[in-house]
Antibody, heavy 118, light 107 residues
Framework: EVQVLESGGGLVQPGGSLRLSCAASGFTFGSYAMTWVRQAPGKGLECVSNIGVSGSTYYADSVKGRFTISRDNSQNTVYLQMNSLRAEDTAVYYC????????????WGQGTLVTVSS | EIVMTQSPATLSVSPGERATLSCRASQSVGSNLAWYQQKSGQAPRLLIYGASTRATDIPARFSGRGSGTEFTLTISSLQSEDFAVYYCQQCNNWPFTFGPGTTVDIK
């Protein structure tokens, strides 16, 4: 059974940092791209960052230069290092596995809430 | 960035009725279009990928069609568990953008 489990969310002050983790199981982790998607309270979905099987990375313009995605295939884990956090980064952050047949997201975690507030 | 729009914003439907949701891309995305269902407090669930292929364990009452810039999701006979928010997403160009969603609620 495929499982995706995020952790690391919490309350942080503006300008602060946080590192999210996403532990995956039930599939050959190193063979799939992984993506972080966020959802601000009451709002829609936004792709934040993606990391491919070769380690190639992509970022939304809104987080470029502040967030860093990485993966550890030996630990079946993907990370999102978030620096210089702003109030507008407040959201539930989901980790999602990319489908092998397309770039859609076939398995999602339950999400972890990041709140940026003083 | 490709902008995705969805219509209507809200669709009120009676159980057993048919629902048709629309999604439009600001430029062609080929068939690289996915549909997700999200219920309150839950993560999104993949319904359709490649514009028309149902994901694993998705009932046959869900169908998708379209290519290029115009897409539809049809739910042939709404069940109580289908009342939710539905998002389309283009998976052609990064960033993979989502539409604003269509809420399907009970009439």
């Amino acid at each position: 059974e495929v499982q995706v489990l995020e952790s690391g969310g919490g309350l942080v002050q503006p300008g602060g940092s946080l590192r999210l983790s996403c532990a995956a199981s039930g599939f050959t982790f190193g063979s799939y791209a992984m993506t972080w998607v966020r959802q601000a309270p009451g709002k829609g979905l936004e792709c934040v960052s993606n990391i491919g099987v070769s380690g190639s990375t992509y970022y939304a313009d809104s987080v470029k230069g502040r967030f860093t995605i990485s993966r550890d295939n030996s630990q079946n884990t993907v990370y999102l290092q978030m620096n210089s956090l702003r109030a507008e980064d407040t959201a539930v952050y989901y980790c999602a596995k990319t489908s092998g047949g397309s770039w859609s997201f076939d398995y999602w975690g339950q999400g972890t809430l990041v709140t940026v507030s003083s | 960035e490709i902008v995705m729009t969805q219509s209507p914003a809200t669709l009120s439907v009676s159980p057993g009725e048919r629902a048709t949701l629309s999604c439009r891309a600001s430029q062609s995305v080929g068939s690289n279009l996915a549909w997700y269902q999200q219920k309150s407090g839950q993560a999104p669930r993949l319904l359709i990928y490649g514009a028309s292929t149902r994901a694993t364990d998705i009932p046959a009452r869900f169908s998708g069609r379209g290519s290029g810039t115009e897409f539809t999701l049809t739910i042939s006979s709404l069940q109580s568990e289908d009342f939710a928010v539905y998002y389309c997403q283009q998976c052609n160009n990064w960033p993979f953008t989502f539409g604003p969603g269509t809420t399907v609620d009970i009439k």
